[in-house]
């Protein structure tokens, strides 16, 4: 383990550390009508069983942050692994932003009104319970209102060493 003094020499080392942790790829969403953004994330895990809860993180400095806080919900899309396309939008690759990241592909509107990507491995409708704000980011849990799954035959997106990568 290196003795890292130099703040920025270790923040480069902690980013490049934590490419070595493979996740799963997933879509957040939040907004509804023509007022709906989202953004690509693999920081999703379950939080609590019972009650039902999961947790995501976001960068307060991106344009989704003040739109979770004001509609106080969100959506989980947990990609397939066909899906990279869609990761990339939400990502904000090739300069789509906001609404323009809903195209080409088919959405339904949640209990909460949050969009969920239909065709998604799996689809999570969340109220947003608590947002705990430290240092960038802010720690999102979101009560489960609704899931749904696809067929289990289909595997991940997940994200390794800065590249979309498969199960087999």
Known sequence: MNDVADVAEMTAEFRSAMRTLAGAVSVLTV????DRNGFTATSVASFSME??????????NTSSWP?????????????????????????G?????G?????????????TGAPLLVG??????????????RHTHAILIGQVCAVRVADANVDPLLYWHGRYRSIR
């Open 31 to 34: 907004g509804e009508g023509e």
């Open 67 to 91: 739109m979770v806080t004001r509609y106080q919900a969100f959506g989980v899309n947990i990609l397939a692994e066909d899906q990279s396309a869609i990761a990339d939008r939400f990502a």
């Open 120 to 133: 998604a491995l799996v689809a999570i409708d969340c109220r947003l319970e608590e947002a705990i704000e």
């Open 51 to 60: 009650p039902p809860r999961i947790t995501a993180f976001i960068n307060k």
């Open 99 to 111: 609404q323009d990241r809903f195209a080409d592909a088919t959405w339904i509107t949640a209990v």
């Open 93 to 97: 690759r090739h300069g789509t932003k």
